[in-house]
């Protein structure tokens, strides 16, 4: 059974520093991992998609990597502002495409002015 | 274009009382899913649908049933509320086999209270 972890569960950083969201999977055979952004009292918001076959997205400021062999992916977050305060999730889908997305418990992030 | 629109926002209901939870997307997409969200426990699967005609049991099905008449059309019916089906409801839709290269999108999301 697909286990998704994200490691830490709370970050709270200063303004302007670059960071880090680790995300980890027990099963490597995946088909892609989606990073999603979620506000206080809000729906999900997309920020990364990465296919089984690639190594890295960017967007922006975010750069998201994944290393299926060693079931990680992590969410580079650059010269971070109070407007990343959010939560953020990341979900895999299995490698059959069933299209099921299994979630980590999220990493709920507070960039400090 | 209005990606994955679900309706009511918000809902509060008597135990033993039934609705649906409404949820259409405009993208083509041929995944829908019913996600619940609590405190503490994260986003749980509920149901999942393939296509249309398509349906299957995600990790919390007990309680609730779907449909997919077409395409664009999801709904999640409770059967007879329960204080525990209490929580946040997500809708979401994303590429299948014909579009791999589609993640999924999310609605904004159904608050319910069940007293």
Redesign the interface.
């Given at each position: 059974k697909q286990e998704v972890t994200q490691i830490p569960a709370a970050l709270s950083v200063p303004e302007g520093e670059n960071l880090v969201l680790n995300c980890s999977f027990t099963d490597s055979a995946i088909?892609?991992l989606?990073w999603?952004r979620q506000d206080p009292g809000?729906?999900?918001?997309?920020l990364l998609?990465i296919?089984s076959s690639q190594r890295e997205q960017t967007s922006g400021r975010l750069n998201a990597s994944l290393d299926k062999s060693s079931g990680r992916s992590t969410l580079y977050i650059a010269a971070s502002q109070p407007g990343d305060s959010a939560t953020y999730?990341c979900?895999v889908r299995g490698s059959s495409?069933?299209?099921?997305?299994?979630?980590?418990?999220?990493t709920t992030l507070q960039v400090k002015p | 274009n209005a990606g994955v629109t679900q309706t009511p926002k918000f809902q509060v209901l008597k135990t033993g009382q039934s609705m649906t939870l409404q949820c259409a997307q405009d993208m083509n997409h041929e995944y829908m899913s019913w996600y619940r969200q609590d405190p503490g426990m994260g986003l749980r699967l509920i149901h999942y649908s393939v296509g249309a005609g398509i349906t299957d049991q995600g990790e919390v099905p007990n309680g609730y049933n779907v449909s997919r008449s077409t395409t664009e059309d999801f709904p999640l019916r409770l059967l007879s509320a329960a204080p525990s089906q209490t929580s946040v409801y997500f809708c979401a839709s994303g590429g299948g086999q014909l579009t791999p290269n589609y993640g999924y999108t999310f609605g904004s999301g159904t608050r319910l209270t069940v007293v």
């Open positions: 088909y892609n989606q999603f809000k729906g999900l918001t997309s998609l296919q999730l979900a495409n069933t299209g099921k997305l299994i979630f980590g418990q999220g | -």
